[in-house]
């Protein structure tokens, strides 16, 4: 009897041993995709033709991301009316993308301001360090100001979602780095769209996504919309009368 209790007891810790061992496992972050901007050479080749066909005017606010803006496409004109807006949103993108394609996504259009959402998927994707992204922002400022040197750069915090709430503490550690960054130029603004998607207890809305627990549905999108509309009225309504409409 004795001898059987102890085979019962060893059969047991190994059980729970090995299930400890699959969870840690389980636990671990996958290693991350590499971040390869040329697979969105299609996609900005696609604005380009659209372009030669309806040219985009000049003054106006482009605003470029990766799915959040992308999925916005076929109501954001009307969502940030009376703004004259470019979008150009690529799904799945990251800050280094658009930091390569900015120039093709934004420059080439002489706006008189820019609207940037990355970091998303940098943080719950690729696992990018949050001091990677911000950089990689401010690469892209660089970029922009160096072509147009008075044109006022928006940059979006990275926004909760249910579906990627384990990469959360990143995300805020990225939207905090950016917030420092943005204090330090007078022509960049940090739009916070992350605090209107908390409940009271600054936990992230459950109501406020599609099925994929990521992308918002139509009431997350209306809260997102104007989030972002106030702010930009806000800069850049007194300047809509110059847009060149031609």
Do not use: C
Not at 87 to 108: E, N, Q
Request: charged share 25%; hydrophobic share 40%.
């Amino acid at each position: 009897m004795q001898n059987r209790l102890i085979v019962a007891r060893i059969t047991v810790s190994l059980v729970l041993g090995l299930t400890t061992l699959a969870t840690a496992h389980s636990a671990q972050p996958t290693v991350p995709p590499t971040i390869d901007p040329l697979r969105y050479e299609e996609a900005v080749l696609a604005f380009e033709s659209h372009d030669s066909v309806n040219p985009p005017p000049e003054g106006a606010i482009v605003i470029t991301g990766s799915s959040s803006i992308r999925r916005w496409h076929n109501s954001i004109v009307k969502d940030l009316a009376p703004l004259t807006i470019i979008p150009r949103g690529f799904g799945g993108s990251t800050m280094k993308d658009a930091l390569h394609f900015i120039d093709r996504l934004a420059i080439k259009y002489r706006p008189r301001a820019v609207v940037v959402y990355e970091g998303d998927n940098d943080t719950g994707r690729y696992l990018v360090p949050p001091p990677t992204i911000v950089d990689q922002f401010s690469q892209i400022v660089d970029k922009i100001h160096t072509a147009l040197p008075e044109t006022r750069v928006y940059v979006l915090s990275v926004k909760p979602s249910v579906l990627r709430r384990p990469f959360w503490d990143k995300a805020r550690e990225t939207n905090e780095l950016l917030k420092k960054l943005v204090a330090r130029n007078d022509l960049l603004t940090y739009i916070d769209v992350a605090r209107p998607l908390l409940d009271a207890n600054g936990e992230v809305m459950t109501d406020i996504f599609v099925d994929d627990n990521l992308h918002l549905n139509e009431k997350g999108t209306r809260i997102w919309a104007a989030t972002i509309k106030a702010a930009l009225m806000k800069g850049e309504a007194q300047f809509e009368s110059a847009v060149s409409k031609d």
